[in-house]
């Protein structure tokens, strides 16, 4: 999902005021201009993660990342340009594993899944299935359907749902690639789908998000979220956190609210440091979770603890961070820009990995010629195949010299 950048112009109410310049070494913002109670967050001796790498991706001269996602069966992150073009980097170095094109009209790739075959990849008007080695598997354009897709989620191994800024979804057989079912959306457009154990969970941009049966698909429950519009929101057993905009301000929310899903209100408000336009709950832990600003600062926070975040980190960004992933391991971060550039950060364990158990990823073998094999001048050419066909036809019986040379067009022999 792409955002207008919204940049802080330190407001004297401001929780916390930092400005992009105010970089220092390891990527982290300097205390200074910080509010009195809030110099710890950037207290180095508390940091959990620290930037690994940082690389132009393909295409980034032209295009900004607009997708990013880690694999979950290979050490492989994946991520997608507003060209429509994929990459996939291979470990902690971001070694380039496949590149290919998606979209033939450079549509902008709005979402990467990864899936047991290869990885989805979703348009506006396409899903394309890749098998990771870049072959492509399937494509799915029907233009009754993909009019403006934004958002997909996998709701049974083998079915996908996708949303957008359409007033239909529509319910994907991956085997047979045929839509199973399609529905009228609950709210005018379908921004964000998330999966809860007992919802589908579709965000609209009005700022809310519809609790739909799994089966029917029909709406159960409405959680009117922010006044303004809805940034995202993640699940995690019964709880649902949103982040978005003040209508009555114009401006970002500090305030996250945190939802319970067994009574269908809102329990807390929780402030944050920053201003808080992506999130996602760290998959190991009960309730903690990233919090990630437009302007490149994300924190983690455990929102049942009540206690402020241990550090804040800053992204060297010279752009908007648009997106950004969290490996199953949660030992990893992925971030992407506007200015096409992918950030990772990891944990300072020295055995990080992006998942528990990963498959081993296949490599293109190395092509390498013999000395022997290499192709020899023209010169030389000519010359070895006046030899052979003299040899040859000292071998041969049976036909006088004459006759040899003349098949063979080499001249008078003796």
């Known amino acids: ?10 407001l004297p109410d401001d929780d916390l005021q930092v400005g992009l310049g105010e970089m220092v070494e390891d990527g982290i913002t300097s205390a200074e201009g910080i509010e009195p109670g809030f110099e710890g967050l950037f207290d180095t001796a508390n940091m959990e993660f620290v930037e690994l790498r940082s690389v132009l991706a393909d295409g980034g001269d032209r295009f900004g990342v607009s997708s990013v996602a880690f694999d979950l069966q290979e050490e492989l992150l994946w991520m997608g340009n507003q060209g429509g073009h994929m990459t996939s980097y291979y470990g902690l170095d971001l070694q380039k594993h496949t590149s290919f094109q998606v979209h033939p009209e450079c549509h902008e790739v709005r979402q990467i ?71 009228d959306s609950t709210e005018p457009d379908c ?75 809102m329990v807390q408000l929780i402030p944050v440091p920053i201003d808080p336009m992506l999130l996602r709950f760290m998959s190991t832990y009960t309730t903690r979770m990233a919090v990630v600003s437009q302007t490149g600062q994300f924190s983690l926070i455990e929102p049942d603890s009540g206690s402020t975040p241990s550090f804040v980190y800053q992204v060297n960004t010279h752009g908007a961070l648009m997106n950004f992933d969290m490996s199953q391991t949660c030992q990893a971060l992925a971030f992407g820009d506007n200015s096409g550039v992918l950030h990772l950060f990891g944990g300072n364990n020295e055995d990080l990995t992006y998942n528990p158990f990963s498959n081993e990823t296949e490599f293109a073998a190395a092509f390498s010629r013999s000395k022997k094999d290499m192709p020899l001048p023209t010169q030389q050419r000519l010359e070895l195949a006046l030899k052979e066909k003299i040899a040859l036809i000292k071998e041969s019986s049976g036909k006088s010299h004459r006759q040899l040379a003349g098949k063979f067009k080499i001249g008078k022999t003796t």
């Open 1 to 10: 999902m792409e955002f207008t950048p919204v940049y802080s112009t330190a």
């Open 113 to 183: 899944l990864s899936i047991g075959c290869g990885v989805l990849c979703l348009t506006g008007n396409l899903l394309q299935c890749n098998a990771r080695t870049g072959l492509a598997i399937f494509k799915y354009n029907d233009e009754q359907i993909m009019m403006d897709m934004q958002t997909m989620i996998l709701t049974q191994p083998t079915n996908l749902l996708m949303g957008g800024m359409q007033p239909k979804m529509a319910e994907l057989d991956l085997t047979t690639v045929r839509v199973i079912r399609e529905f």
């Open 191 to 265: 921004a964000i789908l998330r999966l809860s154990n007992r919802f589908v969970c579709a965000g609209s941009t009005a700022g809310k998000v519809s609790l739909l049966d799994p089966k029917t698909m029909k709406k159960e429950h409405v959680l009117e979220t922010h006044t303004g519009q809805l940034s995202d929101f993640d699940v995690s057993g019964n709880l649902l956190i949103t982040c978005g905009f003040s209508k009555r301000m114009g401006t970002v929310d500090r305030f996250l609210k945190q939802y319970d899903l067994r009574m269908m209100r």
